[in-house]
């Protein structure tokens, strides 16, 4: 075994000169391979040590990160000795209480109540995304929702205040309700009066549009009536204001106690509305399932989901243009039989499905054209039945009216070249660089030639500064590709000088339809563990993580979309440890936790063509300096770079990375030099370009 670990190690930590450096980790000699791959997380066991996890986040942590630390770890990972760790350190995780005012138990409660809920919170986002199988299975979590988090029992002994561990069950938490309560009633009145003031403000402030557009709206929802069509389309360019019309119909509902639910196709937009959720989560629909409109949802009609979905009287669903046709199918299945009203789509509901059919379509992997638009929304037979709404006026017009108006040519196509799929790019926009004239070695940094490497830089200079602690919130680079995200230059050469810990993850094998087959065990099949290593998929985190403290990093899981932390959202390393790294979101969330630890974790994806399915042990993030296209989509930044080092390849791509930004001056587009795409002539000898194309794919039967 000895043997095993010592390949392991030489795999993955190259440069060792000596066997005293293999078994040396951050100063620390260590008398045997295996224990040396235990502390690097790369061990068998694929499990980190929670003991020493908890250690680092109390002491450098304040109570409500140890709190939201330990409710991760209890909803996400293996822990076996949930107990014993909040015995130990529900002292850091009270500690803010007692220094309000609040006695040591009633501090333990409050601690405890919102561990509880963080937990019950996060059980319901991270079970599609995150590894956890059976009881019986050696990566679940034993005590998942039946751990004891005990609150000692205060006993007066001689006028002595001591405290006894009760463990048969909850403590008794009545003495401190009625004040729980009557704090909680206070916060509801004022927030009833504040929601009556906000909703009057809100309505004044729409455009003329915008205020029939609710208006329709609001007259369905009372008209109470379930045997018509009721559901309707908000399609509209983005920038027109529809997530504002959303949050006005929910802040109607809201304010005459009409029950409404919010749902979006990311959590990232969910997240800018009222208590939303991802379509995923609202009706019930599998991550994994076929696409053939067969597949049912899991959501059974008498559950507290089903009766949510019945008593509302508005349903708001955004991004609807990632939506396949056969998630539409599933949703209109499940309301018909939850109404028990099969004439009419959605059983009678109101439905307001809001999005831009410019944006990016559902991924269907090697599909034609034909094929995407067949699975997308407009292709569903009832599409024809709703009542449509139109948005026109773009709100983002006036900071750069020219660049709004070019924006909306390229969403429907008629800026391109005629008869193609090819665009012209203005110049202004264009990062020019030449393949001279820097020593710097670019086939350290993962690319092919000289010139992409200063065409990468030069772009990675202009949007994020010469130093990576200058205004990161403010910009972002995106690539059409996973690929030229993870190997850009963009990635590596920033904080450069900064010393890095590497942060080493755990791939095996869920299920595998062809490879060779384990002579010890037939049903399993033999992948060297650098094989396995090398696996890259979008849902899961890279096998060698190496972060500096200052890198940006996205999440790669929907962790609570309820505080923010969801798929995409990106934060910036404060702090790394052996076992966790503290990371602050780079934008606020509602006035939410901005910064938070991370513990490494089980993640799963069924997107390998060769390997099938597998899961992998690690931190459920990746750098971030660049992102794809897709997972920008619904977010607007102060400055965009855009890499093409292949043009972009689906309906929309490029309509949304030209969208992140509200003004021209603002983006700044690489493009290299390929078959399809780049510079059509070189203007002078200068090294300046004129009609320099790249594609702009649109279906335009979809607009």
Known sequence: MELFHLRLLLLNRPGMRSFQDILTVDGEFYDSFGKVCKVLGINDTSKVDYTSAMCEVASHGASRQVRAFFATILATCFVENAEELWKKH????SADFRRRGCGRREALIRARREILHLVSQMTGDVSDTVMVPDVNSRFSNPVRMNFDLDVPMEILLNGIEIFEDVLEGPPNDDEFLDELETEFNDENQHESNHQVDALFS????????????HHEVMQAVRSNRNDIPQFFSLVAPGGCGKTYVYLGLLMDCKTNHIPVVSCAMTAIAAGLLEDADTCHKTFGIPIRAKTDCSQRSFIQCDSADGIRLRDA????????????KWQVVLIDFLLRDIMDNDVVPFGGKVVLLGGDMGQILPVLRNASSFDLIENSLPSWSHWQERRELK??????AAEDPVYADWILKVRDGSENVAGSDFIRIPESMLVMANDKGDNEDHRLCGVQTR???????????????????????????????????DDNVCQQMLSREIPSRDYLGTTSIIHQDVGQRSEENPAEFIMAPEELNMINAPNLPPH???????????LLINLNKRLGLCNGTRFVVTKLFPNTIGVKRLRAFKGKMDEIFLPRMMMRSDDIPIAGSVQRFQLPITLAFC???????????????IFLRKPVFSHGQFYVAVGRAKAQKNVRICILKGSSQG???LRGGNGSYSDVRTKNIVFRSLL
């Open 90 to 93: 529900r002292e850091a995780m």
């Open 627 to 641: 992102v794809t296209i897709n997972k920008s989509q619904g977010q607007t930044f102060d400055h965009v770079g």
């Open 202 to 213: 809100h309505v004044n402030s729409y455009t003329e549009e915008q205020r029939s557009v």
């Open 544 to 554: 060698h993580l190496s972060l500096r403290v200052g890198s940006i990093v996205m």
């Open 679 to 681: 510079p059509q002539n």
């Open 313 to 324: 009287k508005l349903i708001v669903i955004d991004e609807v243009s990632m939506m396949a």
């Open 391 to 396: 948005l026109t006026h773009n709100m983002r």
């Open 451 to 485: 010139l992409e490497f200063n065409l990468a830089k030069k772009l990675a200079q202009e949007i994020y500064g010469e130093t990576v602690n200058q205004h990161l919130s403010d910009g972002i680079i995106v690539a059409p590709t996973n690929d030229v995200c």
